[in-house]
């Protein structure tokens, strides 16, 4: 790469103004069937299109939703509309483009240097900042302050040079994302208003003008937007576009963002997924739960990842070659899981009730569909009364399997196992597991828990 800015304007380098680059870069990839936005499932025909029209229009952007609605994904997914590379003049706290100086420093330096100035290159990732707002965050935190030593150094208070900037400066010719921005304070959103707008820097007084390039998005959940904080109005209005995201509306999509989204340490059947992914949204609709707090993403995800490591540590104990997760091992996973979920006020005492009615409920949603046109009565015959089945956390597939009843001349488990894509001894004692799960939801056997043993008859 190129080292000075004489080599820079040499090979015809052009600058860009970061809302332009940005613009280019997304019209480009649209227009050449480039999906801008991999790995946000759900969003496709809602949220995406309006953040693609800001983006076009140059607008900043506040995107509204309850949590682990991928707001911050969405977010720091904008760094793929960035140049992979562009050039800043080295040693500059503001990142300036060798063309385009917005300090007095800077274009001193360029005039004693002349088109031997050092640039340096800047990747995409390094062009985006992200703060978690707090309510203990400073205006020198985001804008800057009076730095003492170089005051100390012998320069005046009045000469810009003594200032430290904060990180919307030093974000110049970037992306800031500023998560959760209600928590805030108020006079620190103050301090922002002319850095969006007027693009100056006001210090103690001191008023810089830095024509400021900078692209500033924001998150917010809604609950915090009106009632634990605020964005002020004045704020509000300087952000050109409000959007808000929502759950995926798809059972697919949901699905979609668990497997991509879980570092699993077993084998998970998709239909365990499935369970979580309806499990989850029967949460989202059900008026026992908070809505207004919402269910997030990862309560899924962390459900999934628990399944696979309940499998795994059963796997570890027993000797099982393949850790495979199965039903028993969902069950134990929601012990873990309710604290993620806040109830309304007048369900105290109802919690588990209602996280295991809807548990089984998804359940039998997911293995129906399943075992449709399958006839299962031989095995309701066979558990008489007399036979019954014992699964549990700490039994393996292969005893699971070994105490399952005869069916005479049935192929019944076989037909079982085609209906889930079972092909091995672990994914062979999920699906049947779920059988016989889903005859005691209609009623046809009985089931015996407790201490972590089931007893199927």
């Not at 804008?143 to 320069?155: F, L, Q, S, Y």
Request: aromatic share 4%.
């Amino acid at each position: 790469m190129m080292s000075t800015i004489g080599e820079l304007r040499a090979a015809g380098h052009v600058h860009r103004p970061l809302r332009e680059e940005i613009r280019g870069n997304l019209l480009a990839k649209l227009a050449s069937g480039e999906d801008p936005w991999p790995g946000l499932h759900g969003l496709e025909h809602t949220v995406i299109p309006q953040v693609e029209r800001a983006l076009i229009a140059g607008h900043d952007i506040v995107l509204l939703g309850e949590r682990g609605q991928g707001k911050t994904r969405l977010l720091r997914s904008l760094t793929g509309l960035l140049d992979e590379w562009t050039p800043a003049v080295a040693g500059s706290d503001l990142r300036e483009h060798p063309f385009e100086p917005i300090t007095e420093a800077t274009r001193r330096r360029i005039a004693e240097e002349g088109e031997g100035l050092p640039i340096t290159w800047l990747s995409r990732e390094e062009r985006y900042s992200e703060k978690l707002a707090t309510p203990d965050t400073s205006v020198a935190d985001l804008i800057g302050d009076i730095d003492p030593m170089k005051v100390a150094e012998g320069r005046h208070l009045g000469d810009p040079e003594t200032i430290h900037y904060g990180l919307i400066p030093r974000s110049n010719r970037g992306i800031v994302a500023i998560n959760e921005l209600p928590d805030l304070a108020e006079r620190i959103q103050v301090s922002m208003l002319n850095v969006m707008e007027e693009r100056d820097v006001q210090i103690r007084g001191y008023v810089l003008r830095l024509p400021l390039d900078v692209l500033v998005v924001a998150s917010a959940n809604p609950e915090d937007y009106t009632n634990r904080g605020r964005i002020i109005t004045p704020l509000k209005d300087r952000f050109g576009a409000e959007i808000r995201t929502h759950y995926p509306l798809a059972l697919e999509d949901e699905i979609a963002v668990i497997r991509q989204e879980t570092n699993l340490v077993a084998e998970v059947p998709e239909v365990l997924v499935e369970i979580l992914a309806r499990y989850t949204r029967a949460l989202r609709e059900s008026p026992a739960v908070n809505q207004r707090a919402g269910v997030s993403a990862r309560f899924a995800i962390a459900g999934a990842e628990t399944v696979a490591a309940a499998a795994r540590h059963r796997a570890t104990i027993r000797g099982e070659e393949d850790a495979v997760a199965r039903l028993v091992d969902l069950e134990a996973a929601v012990d873990v899981l309710g604290g993620k979920v806040e109830f309304e006020s007048g369900e105290e005492g109802r919690e588990w009730e209602v996280l295991a009615y809807l548990l089984r409920t998804a359940t039998a949603e997911a293995v129906r569909a399943r075992l449709r046109g399958v006839d299962l009565t031989p095995l309701i015959g066979a558990l008489d009364g007399s036979t019954t089945v014992s699964t549990g956390e700490q039994v393996t597939a292969t005893e699971f399997l070994a105490g399952l009843p005869e069916l005479g001349e049935s192929d019944l488990y076989e037909e079982i196992a085609a209906k889930f894509g079972a092909t091995d001894v672990g994914s062979r004692a999920s699906a049947i597991e779920l059988a016989l799960e889903a005859l005691y939801l209609a009623r046809k056997i009985t089931k015996d828990s407790g201490q972590g043993e089931t007893i199927y008859g």
